[in-house]
């Protein structure tokens, strides 16, 4: 069985500070993690995939397999990331049947 | 390019009725993938669409079924509809060998 936690449904941070939203994935085999945002009033994103390794809106995940955690950060928050921040696993298939987490609330004040 | 599209916006239905939700998949894409997602929760998987066959199914009792045509499209129908069927349902498209899901807006179902 494949499952996804994210501890923190809310994080609060100050613009300018880091942020870290957590993410430990349960599944046996080679998972594929994505990230997936939802800004108020948009449809769910993509944000970023681990198999790109690339950086987006200056968040970075890395796949740590030895703790089967998938952590989002970014070094200095922006007003504009405060949203619904979801991270999720594809169990290895090509049929892409992806599973979600519960989700963080991020909120960044000014 | 509207990516994918999905009607209605909302809905409220009487317990017991049936629903049926629709989604039009990204120009380009061929497999539709249906999530529910009830409030405070993420989404969950119902099932999958490629070829106008069912290719994978989550948790779901037999009441939900869907349906692809030969155009991609997709629709979502639930039987017998209960309290607990009320959430957002959500249709995420893709491409075989491609990366990535794009979602739609969905469907808020409310059941009276």
């Known amino acids: 069985a494949q499952r996804v936690t994210q501890p923190e449904k809310l994080l609060s941070v100050f613009k300018g500070a880091p942020v870290e939203l957590k993410c430990n994935y349960s599944y046996s085999g080679s998972p594929e993690l994505f990230w997936y945002v939802q800004y108020s009033r948009q449809r769910l994103q993509l944000l970023l995939r681990?198999?790109s390794r690339e950086s987006i809106k200056g968040f970075t995940a890395d796949l740590n397999k030895g703790e089967t955690s998938f952590h989002l950060k970014k070094p200095f928050a922006q007003e504009e990331d405060s949203a619904m921040y979801y991270c999720?696993?594809?169990?290895?298939?090509?049929?892409?049947?992806?599973?979600f987490g519960q989700g963080t609330i991020l909120t960044v004040h000014p | 390019d509207a990516g994918v599209t999905q009607s209605p916006t909302h809905l409220i239905k009487t317990r017991g009725q049936q629903v049926t939700l629709r989604c039009s998949p990204k120009?380009?894409?061929?497999?539709v993938s249906w999530y529910q997602q009830a409030l405070g929760q993420g989404p969950q998987f119902i099932f999958q669409y490629y070829e106008e066959e069912e290719r994978q199914r989550g948790n779901f009792p037999d009441r939900f079924s869907g349906h692809q045509f030969p155009n991609y499209s997709s629709e979502l129908n639930v039987n017998a509809l209960l309290l607990g069927d009320s959430a957002l349902y959500l249709c995420?498209?893709?491409?075989?060998?491609?990366?990535?899901?794009?979602f739609g807006s969905g469907t808020r179902l409310t059941v009276v």
């Open positions: 120009s380009g894409h061929d497999t």
């Open positions: 681990h198999i």
């Open positions: 995420a498209s893709s491409a075989q060998g491609g990366y990535g899901y794009t």
């Open positions: 999720a696993l594809n169990g290895g298939t090509s049929y892409g049947k992806l599973t």
